[in-house]
């Protein structure tokens, strides 16, 4: 199905949603004379149109947005960045002195044989080599934990996707970047953001209860201090 045949499809349920109402409004303006059971089963029957409207059987999240404006997100690309920064900086210094001894060794060469200077530039590149191999270990580790970390947050993301979905009973889930054209009001982005900054919310506060705590006194502190001899007066 066309993203336009999406859209249209939204804008008529939109419109026969409100031509559905206009009855109801003009019925609430009428005096109500109705008998107990017809008022009952008037409001029902308003309470069942309700649901109707909020029920959006095709939805749509932007994955880029969720990842770059939740809380999850944001600590996540704040910590990968601090283990960035950190290789970065490791890196200069590494590199800063690889090129003052490779200049020292430059600076000798007159002073030394030939097989000698040889050696030493033999040795002098292994060690590059050897440098370089762990420098990208470690850039691929950053890299594993940066992956390690975006799964989890997107098998939460995706929990979170499948119980908005439930509540508006939608049966399919689209990315934003799946849809050609469609109505603003089923993209469930913002939702699914404040639904995971809530659960975020949850971890701190658990967090900082934890780290709150008082700790017990050792036990055998508190006998020690029962048992010691007291003086005479």
Same mark, same amino acid.
């Given at each position: *199905?066309?993203?336009?045949?999406?859209?249209?499809?939204?804008?008529?349920?939109?419109?026969?949603?409100?031509?559905?109402?206009?009855?109801? !409004?003009?019925?609430?303006?009428?005096?109500?004379?109705?008998?107990? #059971?017809?008022?009952?089963?008037?409001?029902?029957?308003?309470?069942?149109?309700?649901?109707?409207?909020?029920?959006?059987?095709?939805?749509?999240?932007?994955?880029?947005?969720?990842?770059?404006?939740? #809380? *999850?997100?944001?600590?996540? @690309?704040?910590?990968?960045?601090? @283990?960035?920064?950190?290789?970065?900086?490791?890196?200069?210094?590494?590199?800063?002195?690889?090129?003052?001894?490779?200049? @020292?060794?430059?600076?000798?060469?007159?002073?030394?044989? $030939?097989?000698?200077?040889?050696?030493?530039? !033999?040795?002098?590149?292994?060690?590059?080599? @050897?440098?370089?191999? #762990? /420098?990208?270990?470690?850039?691929?580790?950053?890299?594993?934990?940066?992956?390690? !970390?975006?799964?989890?947050?997107?098998? $939460? *993301?995706?929990?979170?996707?499948?119980?908005?979905?439930?509540?508006?009973?939608?049966?399919?889930?689209?990315?934003?970047?799946?849809?050609?054209?469609?109505?603003?009001?089923?993209?469930?982005?913002?939702?699914?953001?404040?639904?995971?900054?809530?659960?975020?919310?949850?971890?701190?506060?658990?967090? !900082?209860?934890?780290?709150?705590?008082?700790?017990?006194?050792?036990?055998?502190?508190?006998?020690? /201090?029962?048992?010691?001899?007291?003086?005479?007066?």
């Amino acid at each position: *199905m066309s993203g336009l045949r999406l859209w249209s499809l939204a804008m008529l349920g939109a419109g026969l949603a409100a031509l559905t109402g206009a009855p109801a !409004a003009l019925a609430q303006e009428a005096p109500n004379r109705a008998t107990p #059971q017809a008022q009952a089963q008037s409001e029902q029957t308003q309470a069942e149109q309700t649901q109707a409207e909020q029920s959006f059987p095709i939805l749509a999240f932007d994955r880029a947005r969720i990842i770059a404006q939740s #809380q *999850m997100g944001v600590a996540l @690309e704040a910590e990968i960045e601090a @283990e960035r920064a950190a290789l970065l900086a490791e890196n200069d210094q590494i590199y800063a002195d690889l090129e003052a001894e490779e200049q @020292e060794i430059s600076d000798q060469r007159k002073m030394m044989s $030939e097989e000698a200077f040889r050696t030493r530039a !033999a040795e002098f590149d292994a060690k590059v080599t @050897e440098v370089r191999a #762990q /420098q990208d270990e470690k850039a691929q580790a950053v890299q594993r934990l940066y992956d390690s !970390a975006l799964e989890e947050m997107e098998t $939460e *993301m995706n929990t979170v996707l499948t119980r908005v979905a439930r509540d508006l009973g939608a049966v399919v889930v689209f990315e934003r970047q799946q849809v050609y054209l469609m109505s603003g009001s089923i993209d469930v982005t913002k939702a699914v953001i404040d639904r995971l900054d809530a659960i975020q919310a949850q971890r701190d506060a658990a967090t !900082a209860a934890e780290s709150k705590e008082p700790t017990a006194a050792p036990a055998e502190d508190a006998e020690t /201090q029962d048992t010691q001899p007291k003086t005479a007066d």
